[in-house]
């Protein structure tokens, strides 16, 4: 995630400090050093350091079950408003998701029981180290139970979809959790305008992430089974290494293209896009495509699953790629291409 940095690992998974939780941190305890806000001591800033360490542990706690599944983890980033693993895939057997999302407020749970079985050991002759364990015990019980209201993609909203997907399609299952995660995102909102403005904040996560999650289950659907080779272009307009700028931009313009593959007879030399090209500069008109082309070209193959060439196309953030079979360019596929191709499938459905 951007503007996040790796803190440390734990089963092999990054987790990284996104800078606005220094930044919150650094306001907290800025806040109880200075007196600023009547009731923010030290001890309350000790307290929530504590509580977002249990949120490591309750991400850590999905994680490590997701793994055992063999779901891989990216990382865990933390964030003002709690943590995020970031699963490589999402697990579509209902009862691995109902384990993966009870384990991290299981987590939590397990932390109360702990610290209020401490409560009653050290109350007599530490009271004060009890008081503080009885304060966190409190918070996980409320971390844990708030994490358990059924609004996706929260861990409750998570239950709910492994609950429905038992008896219905795993997207029918995803849209009606997402659809109860928008409106209880919603009922958070209203009432965080009159209670406490934090709410507001979740809310909108609440809201946003239930939304995405749900069209990426969508497309996931809607092209499973289908390969590159029934959606590229076989017909690809190349363009040779020696082509000018001004000449490729002319092409662009009668053609209404953005990017071309550079090949040297059916050998793929690299891509040139507007982007590329809008790097250069007055006086460059003469020069060939080659000083601009990009040479390190992520291609996809005509068996690859179209999901997988839309994950490719997502993640580096491009807008077509070169299809390539025996070292040979024999297609290209572009996001456009598969979007067109998901309204035609939505139609059929």
Request: proline share 5%.
């Amino acid at each position: 995630m951007k503007y996040s940095f790796k803190i440390f690992s734990v089963f092999n998974i990054p987790v990284e400090l996104h800078i606005s939780f220094l930044l919150l941190m650094a306001l907290i305890y800025g806040v109880a050093i200075f007196n600023l806000v009547p009731g923010v001591d030290l001890n309350a800033a000790l307290l929530i350091t504590l509580l977002f360490v249990t949120v490591v542990l309750h991400e850590l706690a999905h994680s490590y079950v997701a793994q055992r599944y063999g779901i891989g983890i990216e990382k865990i980033v933390l964030l003002p408003i709690g943590g995020i693993s970031a699963m490589e895939e999402l697990p579509e057997e209902p009862g691995q998701e109902f384990r993966i999302a009870i384990a991290g407020p299981l987590v939590n749970i397990l932390i109360a029981l702990v610290c209020y079985g401490l409560f009653f050991v050290l109350l007599q002759s530490y009271p004060t180290i009890a008081s503080f364990l009885n304060y966190f015990a409190l918070v996980n019980v409320i971390l844990g139970a708030f994490n358990l209201i059924p609004a996706y993609p929260m861990d409750g909203g998570r239950v709910l979809r492994a609950f429905l997907a038992g008896r219905m399609s795993y997207l029918q299952a995803t849209e009606t959790a997402a659809s109860v995660g928008k409106f209880l995102a919603i009922i958070m909102a209203v009432v965080g305008i009159f209670w406490n403005y934090f709410l507001i904040l979740i809310a909108l996560f609440i809201y946003i992430g239930a939304d995405a999650e749900y069209k990426e289950i969508m497309i996931s659907t809607l092209l499973e089974g289908i390969k590159v080779k029934e959606i590229m272009t076989p017909q690809v307009r190349t363009v040779p290494p020696a082509t000018q700028v001004e000449e490729l931009m002319e092409v662009m313009f009668q053609n209404k293209h953005m990017g071309y593959p550079v090949t040297d007879g059916d050998n793929l030399l690299g891509i040139i896009t507007f982007n590329d090209i809008s790097r250069a500069n007055k006086g460059d008109e003469k020069k060939p495509v080659t000083e601009f082309m990009t040479r390190d070209v992520i291609i996809t193959h005509p068996e690859e699953p179209l999901n997988d060439a839309l994950a490719k196309l997502s993640q580096a953030n491009i807008g077509r790629l070169p299809v390539v079979e025996d070292n040979q360019l024999v297609g290209i596929i572009s996001r456009t291409d598969i979007m067109r191709a998901m309204e035609i499938l939505k139609l059929k459905k």
